[in-house]
Nanobody, 127 residues
Framework: QVQLVESGGGLVQAGGSLRLSCAAS????????LGWFRQAPGKEREFVAA????????YYADSVKGRFTISRDNAKNTVYLQMNSLKPEDTAVYYC????????????????????WGKGTLVTVSS
């Protein structure tokens, strides 16, 4: 059974940092694009960051550029999201996702075609 399991969420003060991890099991994801999404209460799920299967290309939402960094370790089947300079508006449940095609991560119209989702980890940023 394929699983994506996120960890590293928690409560942090504004300006602080957290690193999220997403460990994949059940298959190898070295040929998949991996991404992070978030969903705040009462809002739609939104794209945060994505990384190509070799890690050479990364993509970010404008709201997190310069503050968040996505990376991956294919040997460990794990993707990371380093979050710095956190703001209260970053408060959300963060989900990792895997997709065979990059467009499924970047275009909201294709979110339903994303191959795998994790169950999420809560990040709360206090002001």
């Amino acid at each position: 059974q394929v699983q994506l399991v996120e960890s590293g969420g928690g409560l942090v003060q504004a300006g602080g940092s957290l690193r999220l991890s997403c460990a994949a099991s059940g298959r190898t994801f070295s040929s998949y694009f991996l991404g992070w999404f978030r969903q705040a209460p009462g809002k739609e799920r939104e794209f945060v960051a994505a990384i190509s299967w070799r890690g050479g290309n990364t993509y970010y939402a404008d709201s997190v550029k310069g503050r968040f960094t996505i990376s991956r370790d294919n040997a460990k089947n794990t993707v990371y999201l380093q979050m710095n300079s956190l703001k209260p508006e970053d408060t959300a449940v963060y989900y990792c996702a895997a997709a065979a095609l990059l467009g499924r991560l970047l275009d909201r119209a294709y979110y339903s075609a994303i191959d795998y989702w994790g169950k999420g980890t809560l990040v709360t940023v206090s002001s």
